[in-house]
């Protein structure tokens, strides 16, 4: 019975460990991917300006004429 109550809490205790882990790897995630956003949306505001700014280029390209 001792055996067992002992074997049951070294079992508890890497639950316990891994949980942390899991908790711990879980938050990291969690800021990669606000990270990740972040930079696509600052990255979709530049190819935005950069579309505008080549829209506004093509109008004052004259037609070609043949």
Same mark, same amino acid.
């Given at each position: 019975?001792?055996? $067992?109550?002992?074997? +049951?809490?070294?079992? /508890? *205790?890497?639950?316990?460990?891994? @949980?942390? !882990?899991?908790?711990? $790897?879980?938050?990291? +995630?969690?800021?990669? /991917? *606000?990270?990740?956003?972040?930079? @696509?949306? !600052? ?10 700014? /080549? ?12």
């Amino acid at each position: 019975m001792e055996n $067992e109550l002992t074997a +049951l809490e070294s079992k /508890l *205790a890497q639950l316990i460990q891994f @949980n942390g !882990q899991l908790r711990a $790897e879980n938050q990291q +995630l969690r800021q990669d /991917l *606000a990270h990740a956003l972040s930079s @696509n949306r !600052q990255y979709s505001e530049k190819m935005d300006k950069a579309k505008a700014r /080549l829209e506004k280029l093509l109008v004052t390209l004259p037609e070609n004429q043949t």
